[in-house]
């Protein structure tokens, strides 16, 4: 059973930035992918960005440029790097890792965006 620590969230001014981890243990690391999702209070999670077990990304539009995903197998941890924050994006951030016979969520990490 894969366990996934989330780390990294806080309180950031506008503008400002953020980096969160995702490490997880239990499990190997590479043989997953992964993504980070965010949930914002009275909306649905919905997906920010992913990261194949190639190491491909995709993210959202609403971040494409702002974000990055990036993944450390050596270290198994998964990173999402977040650039000029917005106050819309206020939520609690989760990472996700999945493959054909399983799917495990770390437990959230909250980012607030506000001066």
């Known amino acids: 059973q894969a366990q996934l620590v989330v780390s990294g969230g806080g309180l950031v001014q506008p503008g400002g930035s953020l980096r969160l981890s995702c490490a997880a243990s239990?499990?190997?690391?590479?043989?997953?992918?992964m993504g980070w999702y965010r949930q914002a209070p009275g909306k649905q999670r919905e997906l920010v960005a992913r990261?194949?077990?190639?190491?491909?990304?995709n993210c959202a539009d609403s971040v494409k440029g702002r974000f990055t995903i990036s993944r450390d197998n050596a270290n198994n941890t998964m990173y999402l790097q977040m650039n000029s924050l917005k106050p819309e994006e206020t939520a609690r951030y989760y990472c996700n890792i999945r493959s054909v016979n399983n799917d495990f969520w770390g437990q959230g990490t909250q980012v607030t965006v506000s001066s």
């Open positions: 990261i194949s077990r190639g190491g491909g990304t």
């Open positions: 239990g499990t190997r690391f590479s043989f997953y992918d």
